[in-house]
């Protein structure tokens, strides 16, 4: 299981099978590749228990107990964006997404991690709610959004 180094001067691997579900899933969109190099290269708890990218300054929320969420490890995140830049940037066929949607995809991820749902079940129409711009939400999830009652990012 040979494995692919993500970029040289991170220690960041995947697998070659990963690799090729990741770009043969993609359908040459960035985001949906970092979807899935998120899902491989960090653990459901790993997302679980963090804070995301750690932008947001949250009160402690009531009933919040256990470990203090930590952002995810830089490291990682930042060999992820510069990976997802990079492949778009030599592969022109490919969607470049902006800042906000490569951050959106890792606040997606760990949400979906704290929801108890394998990080890729939300992949089953290939539209988060947020790139609706060419298809409306469906209601399902327009339903789901309105019960996260504000906890998740």
């Not at 606040?107 to 060419?134: M, P």
Request: charged share 25%; hydrophobic share 25%; proline share 5%.
């Amino acid at each position: 299981q040979g494995s692919k180094q993500l970029l040289n001067n991170y220690p960041v691997y995947i697998t070659s099978k990963q690799w090729d579900e990741a770009v043969n899933s993609s359908k040459k969109d960035g985001r949906r590749l970092l979807r899935y190099l998120i899902r491989f290269v960090f653990t459901t708890d790993e997302l679980k228990y963090s804070c995301g990218l750690g932008k947001r300054k949250r009160s402690v929320q009531s009933g919040e107990t256990g470990p203090e969420r930590r952002p995810l490890d830089p490291v990682k995140v930042t060999c992820l964006r510069e990976f997802i830049r990079m492949h778009c940037t030599s592969n022109p066929d490919w969607w470049m997404p902006s800042e906000e949607q490569i951050n959106k995809v890792f606040s997606d991820a760990v949400g979906h991690a704290r929801q108890g749902r394998a990080v890729g079940t939300f992949l089953h129409n290939g539209h988060s709610y947020y790139e609706g711009t060419d298809h409306p939400p469906s209601q399902d999830e327009v339903f789901n959004r309105g019960m996260q009652d504000g906890s998740g990012d």
